[in-house]
Antibody, heavy 122, light 106 residues
Framework: EVQLVESGGGLVQPGGSLRLSCAASEFTVSSNYMTWVRQAPGQGLEWVSILFSGGNTYYSDSVKGRFTISRDDSENKLYLQMNSLRSDDTAVYYC????????????????WGRGTTVTVSS | DIQLTQFPSSLSASVGDSVTITCRASQRISTFLNWYQQKPGKAPKLLIFGASSVQTGVPSGFSGSGSGTDFTLTISSLQPEDFATYYCQQGYATPHSFGQGTKLEL
């Protein structure tokens, strides 16, 4: 079964750092477009970042310069390095995938993990 | 950046009803519009991609339409498990923004 499992969330002080991981099963991270989406408590979904199979990356303005998306092909994992964390970064972070295929250019998120919770508070 | 506005923000309906949710983009996005369902405490689930293509495994009561700036998600003959929050998302240009969500309540 295709599966994504996030880890690495937790409580961190403002200004601190965390690295989130997303492990893939029955699925090759490097062959697909991988996205991080977050959801603040009681709020809607917010698109954070994407890593294309070719290596290009894009970020939302709210995290640009602070977050870095990357992958480790040997471990088949996606990462989100989060620096200079602020209270408004508090959210559940989901990794999600656009599978390679005939309609990939719609950038739909067909596979999702269960999420990992990040709390930024002193 | 492209803004997506969904309406209504919330909607009350009954089992067996048909409902329509609208998503309006701040600029033309062709058919690069996807729809998701999210239940409390769960990850979102893809329903529709490319404005009107139903994802494999999604029940037949879900349909999508639209092009350009105006899109709709229609759920016909509501089932108890359909009461959830629905989001649109555009894949036309990064950031691939989401609408603010529509909560469908019994």
């Amino acid at each position: 079964e295709v599966q994504l499992v996030e880890s690495g969330g937790g409580l961190v002080q403002p200004g601190g750092s965390l690295r989130l991981s997303c492990a893939a099963s029955e699925f090759t991270v490097s062959s697909n477009y991988m996205t991080w989406v977050r959801q603040a408590p009681g709020q809607g979904l917010e698109w954070v970042s994407i890593l294309f199979s070719g290596g290009n990356t894009y970020y939302s303005d709210s995290v640009k310069g602070r977050f870095t998306i990357s992958r480790d092909d040997s471990e088949n994992k996606l990462y989100l390095q989060m620096n200079s964390l602020r209270s408004d970064d508090t959210a559940v972070y989901y990794c999600a995938a656009t599978p390679a295929g005939p309609f990939y250019y719609f950038y739909y998120l067909a596979v999702w993990g269960r999420g990992t919770t990040v709390t930024v508070s002193s | 950046d492209i803004q997506l506005t969904q309406f209504p923000s919330s909607l009350s309906a009954s089992v067996g009803d048909s409902v329509t949710i609208t998503c309006r983009a701040s600029q033309r996005i062709s058919t690069f519009l996807n729809w998701y369902q999210q239940k409390p405490g769960k990850a979102p689930k893809l329903l529709i991609f490319g404005a009107s293509s139903v994802q494999t495994g999604v029940p037949s009561g879900f349909s999508g339409s639209g092009s350009g700036t105006d899109f709709t998600l229609t759920i016909s003959s509501l089932q108890p498990e359909d009461f959830a929050t629905y989001y649109c998302q555009q894949g036309y240009a990064t950031p691939h923004s989401f609408g603010q969500g529509t909560k469908l309540e019994l």
